[in-house]
């Protein structure tokens, strides 16, 4: 039996490893829509290879690079925020959503609306719009899969068992590349340091936000949606070699955890096939090869983005999407030399500390918010 799916955000790193997980199997997926922020001819070239029945640029001046790469196919062309959302909520089984920033939130509420499964790997989006989006998801019903390695964990982890029976889930953190630096060397950390992650291959945004450990925050944030066990149940450890991908903690002291290697196809498969599971191309795990797991507590006077996070959160409100809109702000200015590396939790913090956003009660409130705090983070540049 062949499954519709819909990838948002198909030329990035989840969007390409979700596409390599389909081309081993391409007689069990119709493609329906494949996005891009702009990559047109690879948006086309993916759109090729797979028959997608729509490809949209988001970006409306890559259209016409779009159309001038799909002539003589019947494949729709289209560009533009509407047009995304619109592919968005074509109804499909399933719709990866693999954006980055906020601007995946909007078609990823267009998909949750059409009430097909949404595997979320787009975390800005959930981070921003919390009961907003959980919400929705209430009211329309799709199944909400995290791709986001540890949360796919922590799901994982949960099967069979009662949330009201859980006593701690602890999100591990690989730390990211300048884990053992100090705040000297901090200070002075270029963007190729900062996205030269040890384990994982992925977009830069997300590299930085492993190097600052506001990944971490926002994952903090994420699990608090999607696993609403309390936040005094929630915890971090840092663990280098990212073999364990969480863990939850039972009343009885029990702990579940879930290992694999630190490729994102394992938990992309694991939303693909679920409630099965499917082949993929890695290696098994090699314990004995690695020898050894380590765990430290995290250092929040070094990375202080997992506090801005939990300070976030606890403060509620237009907090979280603040947080996660100066953030994309100051990774932006930091990948562009403008500001030092430890200036981004620093803009963050400041946004915080000046903006104080109401509750959003919608999908315009939120994108209200985001734009919001994006000015009042841009003016914090200038300080930095
Ligand atoms: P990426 O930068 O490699 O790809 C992003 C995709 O979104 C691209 O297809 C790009 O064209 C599109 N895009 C970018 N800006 C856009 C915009 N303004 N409007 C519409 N489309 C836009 O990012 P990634 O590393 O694949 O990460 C995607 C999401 O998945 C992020 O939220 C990230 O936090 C999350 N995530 C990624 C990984 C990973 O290993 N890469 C792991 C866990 C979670
Ligand atoms: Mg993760």
């Not at 490893?17 to 199997?25: A, C, G, M, V």
């Not at 694991?270 to 993929?280: E, G, H, I, Q, Y």
């Not at 403060?315 to 603040?322: I, K, L, S, V």
């Amino acid at each position: 039996m062949t499954r519709s799916i819909s990838i948002l955000g198909a030329t990035g790193s989840v969007g390409e490893q979700t596409l390599d997980l389909i081309r081993r199997n391409p007689d069990e997926w119709q493609v329906e829509a494949l996005t891009a922020n702009c990559s047109a001819k690879q948006l086309a070239t993916f759109a090729r290879e797979f028959s997608a029945k729509i490809a949209v640029v988001s970006d409306e001046s890559c259209l016409p690079e779009l159309r001038e790469a799909l002539v003589g196919t019947d494949i729709e062309a289209a560009g533009g925020r509407a047009a995304l959302c619109e592919a968005a909520s074509r109804p499909v089984d399933i719709t990866v959503a693999a954006i980055v920033g906020c601007a995946g939130l909007a078609p990823v509420m267009a998909a949750i609306e059409q009430g097909g499964t949404l595997a979320l790997a787009n975390k800005e989006a959930l981070v921003s719009a919390g009961d907003v989006m959980t919400a929705a998801v209430a009211k329309h019903g799709p199944t909400l899969l995290p791709v986001d390695s540890e949360h796919n964990a922590i799901f994982q982890c949960l099967q069979g068992n009662d949330i009201a029976d859980v006593a701690r889930i602890t999100l591990t953190a690989s730390g990211g590349p300048l884990r053992t630096w100090s705040l000297d060397q901090l200070r002075a950390a270029t963007p190729a340091q900062a996205i030269a992650h040890p384990n994982w291959d992925m977009g830069a945004k997300i590299s930085v936000d492993s190097a600052t450990m506001m990944n971490k925050g926002l994952e903090y944030i994420e699990a608090h949606h999607l696993f609403p066990v309390g936040l005094d149940r929630l915890k971090i450890v840092v663990h280098p070699q990212s073999v364990i991908h969480s863990m939850v903690e039972y009343r009885d002291k029990s702990t579940l955890a879930q290992l694999g290697p630190s490729d994102m196809r394992v938990p992309i498969a694991s939303c693909l096939a679920w409630p099965r599971r499917m082949d993929t191309p890695m290696e098994s795990l090699d314990l004995a090869a690695i020898g050894e797991l380590s765990f430290f507590a995290p250092d929040e006077a070094r990375f202080p983005a997992t506090r801005l996070a939990r300070e976030a959160i606890e403060a509620g409100a237009g907090a979280p999407a603040t947080l996660n809109a100066a953030n994309e702000v100051a990774v932006a200015a930091f990948l562009a030399g403008q500001i030092g590396f430890m200036d981004i939790t620093a803009v963050v913090e400041s946004t915080l500390n000046r903006y104080s956003a109401p509750a959003p009660q919608t999908l315009d409130d939120v994108l209200n918010v985001d734009r919001e705090a994006r000015s009042a983070a841009t003016a914090q540049l200038e300080t930095a």
